[in-house]
């Protein structure tokens, strides 16, 4: 089992940043690839972007670039995403999560564990 918990969501204006973190315990933490996914009301479940077993390779879903910044430690068992020029269409909540594929896994449904999400609400 891992057990994922994230932290660090709020309420922001527009323009504004959020950093996001989620804590891992219980097995090897570098063991699984990792993504931020989030979800808003009514709306499909999302991925934001994912890092592979090393954090040297990551892909972010193409709304996201340039704006959010995936990193995780892997002595620490912590993955961090720094949200930047944040919109209202960035209000979701978001949820970290983990997998064992190899790569760089983007289907929700190829995460096996998931932390209870943080609402991330962003101000016009």
């Known amino acids: 089992q891992l057990q994922l918990v994230e932290s660090g969501g709020g309420l922001v204006q527009a323009g504004g940043s959020l950093r996001l973190s989620c804590a891992a315990s219980g097995r090897t933490f570098s063991s699984y690839a990792l993504g931020w996914f989030r979800q808003a009301p009514g709306k499909e479940r999302e991925s934001v972007v994912t890092i592979a077993r090393s954090g040297g390779i990551t892909y972010y879903a193409e709304s996201m670039k340039g704006r959010f910044t995936i990193s995780r430690d892997n002595a620490k068992s912590t993955v961090d995403l720094q949200m930047n020029a944040l919109k209202p269409e960035d209000t979701a909540v978001y949820y970290c999560?983990?997998?064992?594929?190899?790569?760089?896994?983007?289907?929700?449904?190829?995460?096996?564990?998931w932390g209870q999400g943080t609402q991330v609400t962003v101000s016009s």
């Open positions: 999560a983990a997998s064992r594929l190899l790569g760089l896994p983007r289907e929700a449904f190829h995460y096996e564990y």
